[in-house]
């Protein structure tokens, strides 16, 4: 009675691990199309006991990305968040009427961690992704031309027994 999706919606439920496309409403049976084509047929009484999420529903798409550059580069930062927030700001494909933030998140294991968080104009999945795949490569380009580099897990292994042996033995030979 609440109709919560209709035929050709993408629907998904974590209750029932169900996630595809909607293709027949019966008075008896839904048929839900997956993404890998399968068919599954839902009794209609079972969506009255599970959460139903409707994603074609959406008004906008959310990117939210953290990125973490080197720690070595933290004079760097405050800069490179005002470069991304310019960005997304001028970007024709994001949405200035909805949240938009760029912030030092935190001090990570091997980064200084900032996040991004911002809507899209499109809902439709595949030009989403091109967005973002914009977004994320001209963050990089942005990190790039601030002399910054984004960090990759490191660890740092401090010796002094062995730095000592070392250095003994240059000197004595």
Excluded: C
Aim: no cysteine; aromatic share 10%.
């Amino acid at each position: 009675l609440d109709r919560p999706f209709s035929v050709g919606d993408w629907i998904r439920s974590d209750d029932r691990e169900i996630e595809g496309t909607v293709e027949h409403i019966g008075w008896r049976l839904s048929r839900i199309r997956t993404f890998d084509k399968r068919p599954i047929y839902i009794p209609n009484g079972i969506f009255s006991n599970i959460t139903v999420v409707n994603p074609s529903r959406m008004t906008r798409r959310r990117i939210h990305e953290t990125i973490g550059i080197r720690y070595e580069d933290i004079e760097k930062l405050p800069d490179i968040l005002g470069a991304v927030r310019q960005m997304l700001s001028d970007h024709p494909e994001i949405d200035n009427e909805q949240t938009l933030m760029v912030n030092f998140n935190k001090f990570g294991p091997s980064s200084l961690d900032f996040f991004i968080y911002t809507f899209t104009h499109t809902t439709v999945w595949t030009r989403f992704h091109e967005i973002k795949q914009d977004v994320l490569l001209k963050i990089s380009n942005i990190i790039t031309a601030h002399g910054a580099e984004i960090a990759y897990p490191t660890s740092t292994l401090h010796a002094p027994d062995l730095e000592q042996a070392i250095t003994h033995a240059t000197h004595s030979g």
